[in-house]
């Protein structure tokens, strides 16, 4: 089954039930189904054919959720893109994806200018919202039309290309198919104890696969509701669950942080939920503890990544609760630990986290080579460290890669050092992850200046911020004579993480 027969079978089957909650609009299956199935066939008549890349450049809305949901009746493919990058980085993505088309909100209207001109091969330009020059208004996508498109995906069809940094810092679009998308719903609604019953919280964006998953597919699979905060605000989420009686809610670490240090956080009616869902980012010790303290109710914590869809491991919160897991393997996954000379690891032993099932992704669009090089024999091999107890839950130990995980989005050091190494005066620099409490880790840029100049760090920082999106921007940076190397030339940033390890906790 495609995710839009999927759709279309719930529009039939419920009707006039709820399925999206937005601010002041309260949609049912069938008015989303209405809606999506007009954006289609509107789409088909601009010349939109089969395999479309579409870019989906907004925040949280119902208009993503439309795309999502209805474009597999054109075999159209969406491309999500995190509204908080900048001009260069999101013309990056839409020309790597080769898309003709970008759907974005009015809000956005002062970067599409560079963006076009990035792009001379975008043909259509659609804007939610108010006029846009050089637009088209999404409005007229919606207008009636005589029939809809019938559904032209296939399971194994390209249902969206998530964009996720590499070790070269440029971003590669995994290609993720129907299939993979609604094996990994079901495993996920199977593996945490989902129902029904709940009603879903959606506070994560859109763009990322955690809320696609668990803010969308999860209560479409149930045929439940969800209520989605369009614009995120922390405080706003416990006053959220209170009013809607919202049963399950997917979070990052910092958000659970946030929720629990609220003044009389206590004090909410919260008694609804069953469970939290917590993942995308390590979580201390103390926060869980708090979170529990507090909020008194059970917190689950989940292990996946885009390459895998969404989710590979998540517990039960029936089971015993073990701190730090992230639970066993869900139904039709596998899970290996192998070790550096590639056979399995005994249980307890850490080694690289290698998983294989249904919501592995067909490989990164239009890169051989580094498709090859993470999939094998049909293993997925995740680049994170981790290990198995006697029980067979999981624990994450760590990244094998260098990627920065800030507040739950994750940060790629190559990227951010492409982008200091532009500044005059910098001859080298190192890009690490610090640990620091409230994000959990924070931007650290470690520079030797050319012999004769001098930088301050705000300078870098401003700099930063006019090229990358600001939680990609270093929040230290500190200057040094020199950066240590191994023999064949290459920064031990072990060695430069080790060294600058509490300049987060020696600041005020």
Known sequence: MTITELFENRAIELGDKTFVRCEDETLSYREVHERAGRIAANLAASGVQKGDK??????????????????????AVVVPINPTLKPDEVAYIAGDSDAET????????????EVRRQLPGLKR???IGEAVEGSAPFSALLEPTAAFPPIAAVPDDEAALIYTSGTTGLPKGVILTHGN????????????????????????????????????????LLGT?????????????LPLIEAHRITILSAVPTIYNVMARMPKAAEYDISSIRFFVTGAAPMTEETYSEVVRVLKKPLIMGYGLSEATCVSAIADYRDPIKWNSVGPPLRYTSIRIVGEDGHDVPYGSVGEIWTAGPHVMKGYYKQPQATAEVLKDGWLRTGDLGRFDQDGYLYIAGRVKDMIIRGGQNIYPQQVENVIARIPGVEECCVVGVEESRWGQEVLAVIKCVEGYSLVARQVIDYCRTHLAAYKCPQFVRFVDGLPKTATGKIKKGVVASLFADVAKNCP
């Open 125 to 127: 330009v659609y804007a």
């Open 102 to 113: 970008l759907i974005t909100a009015s809000v956005f209207a002062p970067m599409l200018p």
């Open 181 to 220: 998308y609604l094996a990994n719903a079901r495993m996920a609604v199977h593996g945490s104890g989902m129902d029904e019953s709940d009603r879903f919280l959606c506070v994560l964006p859109l763009f990322h696969v955690n809320a696609q998953l668990s803010g969308v597919l999860c209560p479409l």
């Open 225 to 237: 509701d969800v209520v989605v905060m369009k614009k995120f605000t922390p405080f706003q989420i």
């Open 54 to 75: 579409i870019v989906l450049l907004m925040g949280n809305c119902v208009e993503f959720i439309y795309l999502f949901l209805g474009l597999g009746r054109l075999g």
